[in-house]
């Protein structure tokens, strides 16, 4: 009796090591790679001459960042052949449904939690991309394109794709959602400054689950994928809008 339970613990110790490990492992191949390709970028840049601090440039260095990041996921999937771990399907007519859900979804819990947040009087953070975009609102339309076509499809074949995946084959659905969330959040954590930040993670979090629960019912990454990109591209949109003067905070 006595063996069994030490082998039984054993082969969970095994388990958490080989599951929180290759999520380790992606995180880091993950970070090492953006930072990697952003110094690639910035140096390609200003060997074009383009000004890497501008908004153009700001907006390539990002992009190259999340080049990055699909070089690390693509990697790690392949290197350890764990493809298996991404639903990868075509997407059909109900995965357009599960797309515009999540997107209402995500874009009413953040108008809902902004609104709750001002009535009781607690600050967000200060987001590093409103700070960079100070004097250059151009950026955030030059973001959209980016968010698009890399941010979205990148971020949700990392933390999506290949971290839930990982939680979910050993741990299943539940556990997959909210640990794959509280890893995005904690990626995020250089994207908000000041007292609030915390506050933002908190915020970061929820929606990840969000993202987390649509890419389970559809089973299609393309869906999150969607949802992330419109989400983001509506925030640029009402960002650039505001610091323009078209709309009034």
Request: charged content about 10%; overall charge negative.
């Given at each position: 009796?006595?063996?069994?339970?030490?082998?039984?613990?054993?082969?969970?110790?095994?388990?958490?090591?080989?599951?929180?490990?290759?999520?380790?492992?992606?995180?880091?191949?993950?970070?090492?790679?953006?930072?990697?390709?952003?110094?690639?970028?910035?140096?390609?840049?200003?060997?074009?001459?383009?000004?890497?601090?501008?908004?153009?440039?700001?907006?390539?260095?990002?992009?190259?960042?999340?080049?990055?990041?699909?070089?690390?996921?693509?990697?790690?999937?392949?290197?350890?052949?764990?493809?298996?771990?991404?639903?990868?399907?075509?997407?059909?007519?109900?995965?357009?449904?599960?797309?515009?859900?999540?997107?209402?979804?995500?874009?009413?819990?953040?108008?809902?939690?902004?609104?709750?947040?001002?009535?009781?009087?607690?600050?967000?953070?200060?987001?590093?991309?409103?700070?960079?975009?100070?004097?250059?609102?151009?950026?955030?339309?030059?973001?959209?394109?980016?968010?698009?076509?890399?941010?979205?499809?990148?971020?949700?074949?990392?933390?999506?794709?290949?971290?839930?995946?990982?939680?979910?084959?050993?741990?299943?659905?539940?556990?997959?959602?909210?640990?794959?969330?509280?890893?995005?959040?904690?990626?995020?954590?250089?994207?908000?400054t000041g007292e609030g930040a915390l506050v933002s993670l908190v915020v970061v979090l929820v929606?990840?689950?969000?993202?987390?629960?649509?890419?389970?019912?559809?089973?299609?990454?393309?869906?999150?994928?969607?949802?992330?990109?419109?989400?983001?591209?509506?925030?640029?949109?009402?960002?650039?809008?505001?610091?323009?003067?078209?709309?009034s905070g």
């Amino acid at each position: 009796m006595a063996s069994d339970v030490s082998s039984s613990s054993r082969s969970d110790l095994r388990t958490a090591l080989r599951t929180f490990g290759g999520v380790v492992v992606v995180v880091l191949l993950v970070l090492v790679c953006a930072t990697i390709f952003v110094s690639f970028g910035t140096a390609l840049l200003r060997a074009v001459g383009v000004d890497p601090s501008g908004a153009l440039g700001t907006a390539l260095v990002s992009a190259s960042q999340f080049v990055g990041f699909g070089v690390a996921a693509v990697g790690y999937l392949t290197v350890t052949e764990q493809w298996d771990l991404i639903y990868r399907r075509l997407p059909t007519g109900r995965d357009l449904k599960w797309a515009a859900v999540g997107f209402g979804v995500l874009f009413g819990l953040y108008l809902l939690i902004s609104f709750g947040l001002t009535q009781l009087g607690v600050d967000t953070g200060d987001s590093a991309v409103a700070a960079t975009a100070e004097g250059q609102p151009i950026l955030f339309l030059y973001y959209i394109p980016v968010t698009l076509l890399l941010v979205a499809p990148m971020e949700e074949l990392v933390f999506r794709g290949a971290v839930q995946g990982l939680f979910r084959r050993e741990y299943g659905v539940p556990f997959a959602i909210a640990a794959s969330s509280a890893v995005f959040a904690s990626i995020h954590f250089t994207s908000f400054t000041g007292e609030g930040a915390l506050v933002s993670l908190v915020v970061v979090l929820v929606l990840g689950g969000v993202l987390g629960l649509i890419y389970e019912k559809s089973e299609s990454l393309l869906v999150p994928v969607a949802a992330h990109g419109l989400y983001n591209t509506v925030q640029f949109v009402a960002s650039y809008a505001l610091a323009v003067g078209l709309i009034s905070g």
